[in-house]
């Protein structure tokens, strides 16, 4: 098998070992807080930092889309389904996306980086948490060449993942704001900082949640970051 085979095929397997109980179930105070932090970030990127007035005419891919929630996500924002995508690898993901989601939403099945999506094609190509869960570089860097590809001039990778390594999880590692300026050397970096400690957040939620926000005012306790990369327009002679 090539190298780009055998690390997708990994993946595959990391995934399947993998047992989360109710860790991300949407009762929990620490994780819908940790969403609604990131909704309320990426909603001030676009009209703060990106001054964008409506949502409705942009067009996003999604890689490594699962269920689809995040996709639903981004419906909420505005996103009309006809300009929406994502791309699965695992096919039990692929099903439960496409059952949730309107028809109107293209899911595209498998490798992502054998997905025939056009160039220049998207204004937003957005991953959560997935680069962090591939081990190779050069598969990492195929993935992210992959992506600047599809991205219009002017548009953007919307990149949402932690920083740090998990030493509970060796199937994981943190992708520091070094390595995503490896990933994308031509980008125009916005970078944020966000979302409190996952081990930290559990504990002090049991407690009570509003705890989850006075201790992310600290900012070295976030391990998650939202980084909105440019891709330069092309220059008209």
Known sequence: MS???????????????????SRYNMLRPEVYLGI?????????LFQKDLCWQTTNDKSLLEIGCG??????????????????????????RVIAARHVLPI?????????????????????????????????NN??????????QWVKPGGGILWYDFIFNNPSNPDVRGVPVRRVHELF???????KRITLAPPISRRVCKIHP????????????????????????????
Do not use: C
Request: charged residues 20%; aromatic residues 12%.
């Open 3 to 21: 190298e780009q085979t055998t690390e997708t095929q990994l993946v595959i397997e990391r995934y399947a070992r993998r047992d989360v109980g």
């Open 36 to 44: 609604q932090e990131r909704q309320r970030s990426m909603l001030r």
């Open 139 to 148: 598969f990492q860097q195929i993935l992210a060449n992959k992506m600047w």
């Open 67 to 92: 269920n689809g929630n995040n996709l639903l996500e981004f419906l909420r924002f505005g996103f009309h389904p006809e300009y929406l995508s994502g791309s699965e690898l695992l096919e039990e």
């Open 185 to 191: 050397p031509d980008g125009k970096m916005i970078v």
């Open 104 to 136: 109107d939403v293209i899911i595209y099945s498998g490798d992502s980086t054998l997905a025939n999506i056009p160039q220049n094609s998207q204004d937003i190509v957005f991953q959560s948490v997935v680069f962090s869960s591939l081990l190779d």
């Open 210 to 237: 509003y705890l989850y926000h006075l201790f992310n005012i600290i900012p070295w306790l976030r391990t998650h970051v939202l980084i909105w990369i440019e891709k330069p327009k092309v220059n008209k002679q």
